[in-house]
Nanobody
Framework: VQLQASGGGLVQAGGSLRLSCAAS????????MGWFRQAPGKEREFVAT????????SYADSVKGRFTISRDNAKNTVYLQMSSLKPEDTAVYYC????????????????WGQGTQVTVSK
């Protein structure tokens, strides 16, 4: 499966953005999907994950209550709605697909998108 992330940009603190990740190929619903982010000089970190049919979700504590992950299997797309953005949310955001299980560990995701930059100004 190939993943294409989009929707990043520059936003002021307190603002909102919605990221999208479109998947090509078959059987999108066979994959658990995740969002990760990587800030300059830091390791890639887990943001959110959603199960194959959207029944289960999980969030990093740093984004809980502010970010919402969702998916539309008919459109082969997963979303990350980000609200109340903070400067510390600035990072490149990556979507990823895991055929195995719902997980927060990046090394358990087999497929990755190219990343989209999110910059939050003070």
């Amino acid at each position: 499966v190939q993943l294409q992330a989009s929707g990043g940009g520059l936003v002021q603190a307190g603002g909102s953005l919605r990221l999208s990740c479109a998947a090509s190929g078959r059987f999108f619903s066979a994959y658990n999907m995740g969002w990760f982010r990587q800030a300059p000089g830091k390791e890639r970190e887990f943001v959110a994950t959603i199960s194959r049919y959207g029944v289960s979700t999980s969030y990093a504590d740093s984004v809980k209550g502010r970010f919402t992950i969702s998916r539309d299997n008919a459109k082969n797309t997963v979303y990350l709605q980000m609200s109340s953005l903070k400067p510390e949310d600035t990072a490149v955001y990556y979507c990823a697909a895991s055929p195995a299980k719902v997980t927060t560990l990046p090394n358990e995701y087999d497929y990755w998108g190219q990343g989209t930059q999110v910059t939050v100004s003070k």
